[in-house]
């Protein structure tokens, strides 16, 4: 009696963007999937996320485009304002192609990954309030231990799990050796419109490298807001939220503009983040039958604001290059992995590579806040406009995303 082949499994961390779209992309090409997360379910909300360039052109061969423009957010574009609301500068949507701080796709994080789930659930195996806590690599295969106390041997694990990744620390070693700071803190939470955005994202910057902004939300009466500041590294407890507002607090009371009103909307908020602007930095995503994909293994921050299309365009390209499930063997996976980074590491050098961008985010003088607006508004003009985009506004489509077979 002949043996039937087993079918090849891929174990992922983390129900984020990252994990689902590549469990769609492994679905396809055969593979059983399973996708582990902490958290009780998708996490709804979050900021807004933008799906310019590559991340779009892989949304688009997924057949999602259509729902993605449905749950879209209308926005008209970016404004930097002064305390007593005047604006100094402004970015309509339409500038640099709906490439710039506002981008022409805008959608809430939570949204975008409410459709890749409800394109994945039926084929992929979720399990969520589980975590991986421990991996055994054999000859053939690894063995993962979860929270529940479940064992998953798997051909390929996949850390989808964000910056602070725990299949990182795991495999690759601590936090400290990968996630480098890049000068500062943001917070992210929904707070009431107190402004009447109409479609406007505003930024407001005072001396001291303070940002605090407002964005629309699909609720016209809230809005999603942050507050972000220069910072050397502070040592805060990551579990400890009202400590994080605190800091919030000795920042930006009596800051002027909306300042108060958002510390007072953080202090209530249940969608509070807290972390710092830092990127991944690793000579490898792969060890073995282990990778990493998007923030895991190459964040690049907030700041770059190319966290969706590089998580995106690496589950797409991770699993072009495994291929089809039926074909996967030893060697296959170690050149597979191989050719992964060759094809996403130009790609993700490119957004990383952000010169001064704190400073233009959270100025830290009068003048050069000034000044940054002044740029705002010169970089839309001829002659500044094509050199203003070459260097800013067209990361996105800057490798050739390859065509893999269906």
């Not at 609301?85 to 981008?103: I, Q, Y």
């Not at 910056?163 to 939470?189: C, D, M, T």
């Not at 407001?204 to 500041?229: C, E, T, V």
């Amino acid at each position: 009696m002949q043996e039937t082949q087993r079918t090849p499994t891929v174990l992922i961390s983390g129900a984020g963007i990252a994990g689902p779209a590549l469990g769609y992309w492994l679905n396809r090409n055969g593979f059983r999937v399973i996708i582990v997360e902490i958290a009780p379910g998708i996490r709804p909300g979050g900021q807004t996320v933008d799906l310019r360039g590559l991340g779009g052109d892989v949304v688009e061969r997924m057949g999602l485009i259509d729902e993605m423009r449905a749950l879209s957010l209308d926005q008209r574009g970016a404004a930097w304002v002064r305390s007593d609301g005047s604006r100094r500068a402004e970015m309509p949507v339409t500038a640099f192609g709906g490439n710039g701080p506002v981008s022409k796709l805008e959608i809430l994080r939570g949204d975008l990954v409410q459709v890749l789930y409800e394109a994945t659930r039926g084929d992929v195996d979720y399990r969520f309030d589980t975590a991986i806590t421990a991996l055994d690599e054999q000859e053939d295969a690894v063995v993962a231990t979860l929270t529940d106390g479940s064992k998953v041997t798997a051909d390929l694990v996949v850390g989808a799990d964000g910056p602070h990744s725990a299949v990182r620390r795991l495999v690759f070693g601590p936090e400290e050796q990968f996630v480098k700071p890049i000068g500062g803190y943001n917070a992210w939470f929904s707070a009431p419109d107190t402004v009447g955005l109409d479609g406007w994202y505003l930024l407001y910057q005072a001396p001291g490298g303070l940002n605090a902004s407002m964005r629309p939300s699909h609720d016209p009466a809230i809005a999603k807001a942050g507050l972000a500041f220069q910072s050397e590294p502070l040592t805060y407890d990551r579990r400890d939220l009202d400590e994080q507002r605190q800091i919030l607090v000795e920042r930006f009371a009596g800051a002027g503009w909306h300042c108060d009103a958002l510390l007072a909307a953080a202090q209530e908020a249940d969608d509070f983040y807290f972390d710092a602007f830092a990127q991944v930095h690793m000579p490898s995503w792969s060890a073995g039958r282990v990778a990493l994909v998007g923030d895991a293994g190459y964040c690049a921050s907030p700041l770059s604001g190319m966290g969706t299309s590089l998580a995106l365009v690496g589950t797409y390209v991770l699993a072009g290059e495994l291929g089809p499930a039926d074909e996967l063997n030893t060697g296959g996976l170690r050149a597979a992995l191989a050719r992964y980074e060759t094809v996403m590491r130009p790609f993700v050098d490119n957004c990383q590579d952000l010169p001064n961008s704190i400073d233009r985010f959270a100025p830290k003088t009068e003048s050069d806040i000034a000044i940054n607006a002044a740029v705002m508004k010169w970089m839309q003009r001829w002659p500044f406009r094509p050199i203003a985009e070459r260097l800013w506004f067209r990361i996105a489509d800057s490798i050739a995303l390859p065509d893999y077979p269906a």
